[in-house]
């Protein structure tokens, strides 16, 4: 293999491939990225076998041949190279390293065979659709913050995925995360194709890499799936993920309906002042109370090792007052991804979940279970 590419070229690619690769890894070709060049182009390609990030950059190919290198390694020297220099890469007579070379700059890396490396791609998809990124980049960005960490509960760790009927009747596309403890849907109209799908629960990792693939792209989505593995297609980019073998549990029975105690208050002075009481907490996950009464709310927390605090903010409320509490950092986690300048609570008991909505959003809500105080 000789190739020689533009390094702004090379480094947005790996860019974008080498944070699948794990830091340590005990399958050492795991710890590669797969160079195959053929065709006036580089293709690159790595995986930690349940994800797999493939890219496609414009390069002068003088010999075809694939072979791969330690990914991190490669991105660190690419990265450092300055901008505007050509890199040549090519391969030794036997396979075993890979040279690089950059202006007067030259590395010699390790390399183990193409032969070696595990193909995730593998298997038909038989759902395909496409989507506006930005739209898909909504449901993630808003409902990743609830996906659970507790990995003995598997089936929470990701975002489930399928097709329904809305509030109104309509075909959604809705992605719903919870950790237990709290609860995010968000509901996008379905494109063409989406009807049909199976459900299934995207994992986090691909879930974060997804979004930072569309962070840096304008390109529509293309989404291919299977009962067990999801293809999404943006640009030049293909990420590949394993879905979770999981059951996500039925979450329309935790979220409330009825509830007659309506508080409506400004999203950002509420935001602030829970971001300022929970200042004396020694963690994020103390609770702040609030004191729900006519025209009003009283944020307050209190932390025997350093002191208390309060704040009061106005507010649109007109049933009978009410002291609940929640957790800080789950509060400030919702705030923060409601676009309204309005945000509703439906209230019921202190023991009770809530419901929150961006203001007259119906897209959106999330759901809040109490805490003691």
């Given at each position: 293999m000789r190739v020689t590419l533009e390094r702004s070229a090379l480094v947005k690619g790996l860019t974008h491939v080498h944070r699948v690769v794990e830091r340590r890894n005990t399958i050492p070709i795991l710890s590669n990225v797969l160079l195959?060049?053929?065709?006036?182009?580089?293709?690159?390609?790595?995986?930690?076998?349940?994800?797999?990030?493939?890219?496609?950059?414009?390069?002068?190919?003088?010999?075809?041949?694939?072979?791969?290198?330690?990914a991190h390694t490669l991105y660190d020297i690419v990265r450092k190279l300055p901008e505007g220099a050509q890199v040549s890469l090519s391969s030794s007579d036997d396979g075993t390293s890979v040279q690089l070379e950059a202006g007067r700059a030259k590395f010699t890396l390790q390399a183990l065979p193409e032969a070696d490396f595990p193909d995730l791609t593998a298997g038909d998809m038989d759902n395909?659709?496409?989507?506006?990124?930005?739209?898909?980049?909504?449901?993630?960005?808003?409902?990743?913050?609830?996906?659970?960490?507790?990995?003995?509960?598997?089936?929470?760790?990701?975002?489930?995925?399928?097709?329904?009927?809305?509030?109104?009747?309509?075909?959604?596309?809705?992605?719903?995360?919870?950790?237990?403890?709290?609860?995010?849907?968000?509901?996008?109209?379905?494109?063409?194709?989406?009807?049909?799908?199976?459900?299934?629960?995207?994992?986090?990792?691909?879930?974060?890499?997804?979004?930072?693939?569309?962070?840096?792209?304008?390109?529509?989505?293309?989404?291919?799936?299977?009962?067990?593995k999801i293809r999404f297609t943006i640009g030049a980019v293909v990420l590949t993920s394993k879905l979770i073998d999981g059951t996500f549990p039925d979450y329309t029975r935790v979220i409330p309906s009825g509830h007659d105690k309506i508080l409506q208050v400004d999203t950002r002075s509420f935001e602030r002042a829970v971001d300022l009481v929970s200042t004396v907490s020694s963690e994020r996950g103390r609770a702040v109370k609030l004191s729900v009464g006519d025209g009003h709310v009283v944020l307050t927390v209190n932390n025997p090792d350093s002191g208390t605090a309060s704040e009061e903010i106005t507010a649109a409320y007109d049933a009978e007052p009410i002291d609940i509490g929640f957790n800080a950092r789950y509060l400030l986690d919702i705030a923060g991804q409601l676009e309204s300048s309005e945000a509703r609570f439906e209230l019921s008991d202190p023991?009770?979940?809530?419901?929150?909505?961006?203001?007259?959003?119906?897209?959106?809500?999330?759901?809040?279970?109490?805490?003691?105080?």
């Open positions: 195959k060049a053929e065709n006036g182009s580089l293709g690159l390609r790595a995986t930690d076998l349940d994800l797999e990030v493939t890219e496609t950059v414009a390069a002068d190919v003088a010999q075809p041949g694939a072979t791969t290198v330690p395909r659709f496409t989507i506006e990124a930005g739209a898909f980049k909504r449901l993630i960005a808003k409902t990743q913050f609830a996906i659970s960490t507790e990995e003995t509960r598997y089936y929470l760790n990701g975002i489930f995925l399928h097709c329904t009927d809305g509030d109104d009747g309509a075909k959604v596309l809705r992605a719903v995360a919870t950790d237990g403890h709290r609860l995010a849907r968000v509901d996008i109209t379905a494109p063409d194709g989406a009807d049909g799908m199976p459900g299934i629960i995207i994992p986090r990792k691909a879930v974060a890499e997804i979004d930072r693939l569309i962070e840096t792209s304008d390109s529509p989505l293309g989404i291919e799936l299977s009962d067990s023991g009770s979940p809530t419901l929150v909505r961006d203001g007259d959003d119906a897209s959106a809500l999330y759901v809040l279970m109490p805490m003691r105080v």
